[in-house]
Structures are given as structure tokens and as C-alpha cells.
């Protein structure tokens, strides 16, 4: 099965909203994890990204935190704007670099 | 290159027929990796090449599909006898492969494939 697992979208919500995307991976090793975005139209690019337990990583107004107890990787803003529509893929890379995609979320935020 | 290259942009064809994709990584990036993202889909890991290493097929869907990098650059995947589940953008990334950029993948921007 996937070792990636992420909320399942669409997600719609109103601007200055907080968003939360939850992502939870297979503790297999000391996988680096991440985030990566696709906005309408565009290729897929990194987000952010957290190599070891509790390091943070933070992007735009994103934040992401590594949490080894709860194997999970939740990306969080606490004031979306229609510039954060767009589709959102956590990711997962063991030791030998492969990343594997969660199936991506898609956010939609309304002004 | 400044950043990852795809080409064809798109592609429409019969089905039956071959196609082949190519992608150029950006200069100097060991890893390579192509990726399918189908509609409605999540990104679908097909094979990853890293260096002179034997490339990891394991996300293949069939025999009909192959991939090829020469020269440690250029990469070209083939789909033979082309199948309406076919139709998707398939997604070339590429990295340094190694030390703290290894798993910062650049994108391409996608060869949409319509198989009619």
C-alpha cells in the first residue's frame, strides 16, 4: 500500500480561514518528508520539507512539524488566500532518496 | 538546463500506437524520476534512475511501457500500443541525488497524453 496518506479534498474554504491538511506516513526507517504544490496550471514544486523528528518546516505561511509519535506531517496556515488554490501532495523519502506522493489535496479558497 | 524539460507539451494519438516522451533534467542532477498523475489521481511513482545505477522499474504499470536514460542526461519514456487508460500527464523531476538536495525533486511541467 501507499506509504503516504493524506486527507482526501476538495477542501473549500474563505479567505483568512486556517487550513489544515492532514498527512500521515509508514514509519518505516527515518524517511525525510514533504510538501510539495501544484497551482492551477503549473508544475509540481517543493513547499517545504522537515528531515528529522520535530524539525519544522515552514513556507509562504505554511508550516509543517515532524512528529515521530504520531508519524504525521500536517501542513498548516493560519490565513489562507485565493493564492493558496491549488493542489497539495505530502511526500515521503527513505534512506534510498525514492519519494512516494500521497493522492494530493485540492484546496479551494473563495474570496 | 535552467529547469526541467518536457517535450512533447502534448500529445494526441491513436490507440495502438507508440508514443515516447522525453525529458531533460536539469545539468548536473544524477537523479531522475518519472512520475503519472491521472485525472483525479495522485501522483503515480513509474521508474526512478539514479547515476549509473540499474534503474528502479518497479512502478511500471506494464511491458508496455519502457524507459531509457543515455548518458546519464536525457531520458525518453515509451508507451507501445497505446491504451485509453493511458491517458494522463506523465511528470519528469529530476535531483541532485545526493546530500541534503537529493530529495528536492524539480518538475517539469507535464506531457499530457490523450489516447483517442
Known amino acids: 500500500g501507499n506509504s503516504v496518506t493524506q486527507m482526501e479534498g476538495p477542501v473549500t474554504l474563505s479567505e483568512e480561514a486556517f487550513l489544515t491538511i492532514n498527512c500521515t506516513y509508514t514509519?518505516?526507517?527515518?524517511?525525510?518528508l514533504f510538501w510539495y504544490v501544484q497551482y492551477p496550471g503549473e508544475g509540481l514544486q517543493l513547499l517545504l520539507k522537515?528531515?528529522?523528528?520535530?524539525d519544522k518546516g515552514s513556507n509562504k505561511g505554511f508550516e509543517a512539524t515532524y512528529r515521530k509519535e504520531t508519524t504525521s506531517f500536517h501542513l498548516e496556515k493560519g490565513s489562507v488566500q485565493v493564492s493558496d488554490s491549488a493542489v497539495y501532495f505530502c511526500?515521503?523519502?527513505?534512506?534510498?532518496?525514492?519519494?512516494?506522493f500521497g493522492a494530493g489535496t485540492t484546496v479551494t479558497v473563495r474570496a | 538546463g535552467a529547469g526541467v524539460s518536457q517535450s512533447p507539451s502534448n500529445k494526441v494519438t491513436e490507440k495502438g500506437k507508440d508514443v515516447e516522451l522525453r525529458c531533460d533534467p536539469i545539468?548536473?542532477?544524477?537523479?531522475l524520476y518519472w512520475y503519472r498523475q491521472s485525472l483525479g489521481q495522485g501522483l503515480e511513482f513509474l521508474i526512478y534512475f539514479q547515476g549509473n545505477s540499474a534503474p528502479d522499474k518497479s512502478g511500471l504499470p506494464s511491458d508496455r511501457f519502457s524507459a531509457e536514460r543515455t548518458g546519464g542526461s536525457v531520458s525518453t519514456l515509451t508507451i507501445q500500443r497505446t491504451q485509453q487508460e493511458d491517458s494522463a500527464v506523465y511528470l519528469c523531476?529530476?535531483?541532485?541525488?545526493?546530500?541534503?538536495?537529493?530529495?528536492?525533486?524539480?518538475f517539469g511541467a507535464g506531457s499530457r497524453l490523450t489516447v483517442l
Open positions: 523531476a529530476s535531483s541532485l541525488g545526493a546530500g541534503a538536495g537529493a530529495n528536492v525533486l524539480t
Open positions: 545539468s548536473g542532477h544524477t537523479a
Open positions: 511526500a515521503r523519502a527513505p534512506n534510498d532518496y525514492k519519494l512516494s
Open positions: 514509519a518505516t526507517g527515518y524517511p525525510s
Open positions: 522537515a528531515t528529522k523528528a520535530d
